[in-house]
């Protein structure tokens, strides 16, 4: 089944502690991207990519890594997790021009930080 | 600045009934515009676009309208259903079509 994966589903942790959210797909995208979703705010671009080793900010991305070493795989990682960070995240990707073509995201992390 | 705004966090609607989804821009360079739609404990889904060569796009029950000297773009959807319940984003992409801004999304509830 075509899909984007996400793990953990649900995540607590406290303030400081590195984290990494995972993100895969299989369906030979070649864009990814994340997304934390904020009551009233919508969801916010955190980082894309439109390639391998090929990453850029979006609208929110200060506190938060990512790499793409490898076309299906595009991990997040929160070095130093601050409370603000607490929220829903999506993990996308698209089969053509970058948004431009449909997103399939991922069902969502829920991050709390304590 | 929210760039692309959904003014109207819910909407209820009977069903059989027409819903109508608003949704307002400010960016002159957004060049593409897509509606996701959201269950709860799920990611969105695409439900239709429009580029912005077009001012009507339909789909099934689905028809968007983009009004661009106005940026407003609508949603229209006839006749409603319970199953259409759910929580709808507005998104607008530039040309490059590397970066997707999104509404705050409005929450739809068709009564039966």
């Known amino acids: 089944e075509a899909q984007v994966t996400q793990n953990p589903r649900y995540l607590i942790t406290v303030t400081g502690k590195k984290l990494t959210v995972t993100c895969s797909q299989n369906?030979?995208?070649?864009?990814m991207s994340w997304y934390r979703q904020d009551p009233g705010l919508g969801l916010r671009q955190i980082y894309y990519?439109?390639?391998?080793?090929?990453?850029d900010k979006g609208d929110v991305p200060e506190g938060y890594k990512v790499s793409r070493k490898e076309k299906r795989n595009f991990p997040l990682i929160l070095e130093s997790p601050s409370p603000n960070q607490t929220s829903l995240y999506f993990c996308?990707?698209?089969?053509?021009?970058?948004?431009?073509?449909?997103?399939?995201f991922g069902n969502g992390t829920r991050l709390t930080v304590t | 600045d929210q760039q692309v705004k959904q003014n109207s966090p819910s909407l209820s609607v009977q069903e059989g009934r027409i819903s109508i989804l608003n949704c307002d821009y400010t960016?002159?360079?957004?060049?593409?515009f897509l509606w996701y739609k959201k269950y709860p404990a799920e990611g969105p889904t695409f439900l239709i676009s429009?580029?912005?060569?077009?001012d009507k796009n339909e789909d099934g029950r689905f028809t968007v309208f983009l009004n661009k000297s106005a940026k407003h773009l609508s949603l229209h959807i006839v006749p409603s259903q319970p199953g259409d319940s759910a929580v709808y984003f507005c998104a607008a992409s530039g040309w490059a079509g590397n970066m997707l801004t999104f509404g705050g999304g409005t929450r739809l509830m068709v009564k039966p």
């Open positions: 990519s439109m390639n391998v080793e090929v990453t």
């Open positions: 960016n002159s360079m957004f060049d593409y």
């Open positions: 996308a990707s698209s089969p053509g021009q970058g948004t431009n073509s449909p997103l399939h």
């Open positions: 429009i580029s912005s060569i077009k």
């Open positions: 369906m030979n995208h070649e864009y």
